[in-house]
């Protein structure tokens, strides 16, 4: 099968040919329907989160299964599904918590001894995130999928994979807005906006998007921010002081730097809790200011917005056709699998929402 493959840091995927295994006894054989380019991805791509290569990066993604193992009764082929990253075992102690974002993920790998899941001629090719959706097919395990309903477009399921799951999830799941709150979003890009039509949904009063993009500012209102901040211009931290008198009460860090994970601590008001979505490069030491903590403002991180993405992923699906969840409106521009380098390309100039490649 087709697929674009990374062989170095900071060049070009490379759409190559690459065998992909037969199912083992709980994996599933997935035909890509569409697959959204992420922030994540480019991570890799830039080598500010590092990976075994050549990999097929990639891990926002539906398709159609086309393929079990013999022990797989969840899914049987012809059942459209959404890829999540966050890929459980289902019985270590944090899944049995509930909390399975966490989860050890030791059975749910193949060992080293087995054939590799996908390779070129004898080398193994990595999978990102355990998925590679950058390829015309995927072999996943079981528990890396979630059944939907088959009437639902690829493009719009594949949002929900990442970017919606990893912002509504953040607002809904780990910080738990509630109704009447002050939330504040730095960074509008796919992640940003689902955090900010999350805080919506969440009941938030205020909803203040801070980006320095004047475009992304404007889909933020569209998507439910009821005050606007250009960082362009610095003085963010003063600005959001002065639209909100104290600080905020919950605010949402949607880039990954450590300026704007400072910030996200420095806007808060007293007991505020600010959580960090974007990953922030391996390395990095943020600096927060020690006195803050005497007021109980709190910092957080969010893995995938803490998502049960069984239960939540069917639940987007819903508030989308309910009309109270906009996904239509991130899809920027579609490409065919050879786009994904100008994909790269546009995401970062800052002005695309999403790209979602699309297969046929
Ligand atoms: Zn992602
Ligand atoms: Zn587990």
């Known amino acids: 099968m087709k697929a674009a493959v990374l062989h170095a840091v900071d060049t070009p995927l490379a759409i190559e040919d690459v065998q992909i295994d037969n199912p083992g006894p709980r994996e599933v054989l997935i035909r890509t329907g569409a697959s959204g380019v992420c922030h994540s991805d480019l991570h890799f791509v830039e080598g500010k989160y590092r990976m075994h290569m050549p990999a097929v990066l990639g891990h926002e993604a539906a398709g159609t299964v086309e393929a079990v193992g013999s022990q797989v009764s969840y899914v049987q082929p012809g059942d459209r599904v959404i890829m999540c990253l966050s890929v459980f075992c289902g019985h270590c102690e944090n899944c049995l918590r509930g909390r399975p974002v966490l989860c ?19 080398t193994p090719v ?5 998925l590679g959706s950058f ?47 002050t939330v504040a979003v730095i960074g509008c890009g796919g992640v940003g906006l689902n955090a900010i039509q ?33 960082a362009s211009g610095g003085g963010v931290v003063d600005k959001v002081k002065d639209l909100t008198g104290s600080g905020v ?35 990095t030491k943020i600096e927060l200011d020690g ?38 409106e991130l899809v920027t521009q579609r490409m065919s699998l050879e786009g994904v380098n100008q994909a790269f390309d546009d995401m970062k100039q800052g002005h695309v929402a999403r790209t979602v490649l699309v297969f046929d």
């Open 126 to 130: 990595t999978q990102m995130a355990e």
């Open 198 to 230: 999350g805080a919506r949904l969440a009941g938030a009063l205020r909803i203040i998007a801070i980006d320095a993009v004047e475009t992304k500012l404007t889909l933020a209102q569209e998507f439910g921010a009821t005050d606007v901040i250009d």
């Open 104 to 122: 050890d993920r030791i059975d749910v790998v193949r060992s080293r001894s087995d054939p590799p899941r996908l390779k070129q001629e004898d």
């Open 249 to 283: 009460d919950y605010s949402f860090e949607a880039i990954g730097l450590k300026e704007t994970a400072e910030q996200s601590f420095e806007i808060l008001a007293r007991g505020g809790t600010a959580t960090i979505i974007g990953m922030i490069p391996q390395g």
């Open 291 to 328: 006195p803050s903590f005497l007021s109980e403002r709190r910092i957080q991180g969010s893995s995938m917005g803490s998502n049960r993405f069984r239960i939540d992923m069917p639940r987007y699906i819903e508030f989308y056709r309910q009309g109270r969840l906009k996904l239509d």
């Open 135 to 181: 390829a015309e097919q995927m072999l996943v395990h079981e528990h890396a999928v979630v059944k939907v309903d088959d009437d639902m477009p690829f493009e719009q399921l594949a949002l929900i994979g990442c970017g919606v799951t990893t912002g509504l999830g953040a607002v809904l799941n780990t910080a738990k807005v509630e109704p009447g709150s």
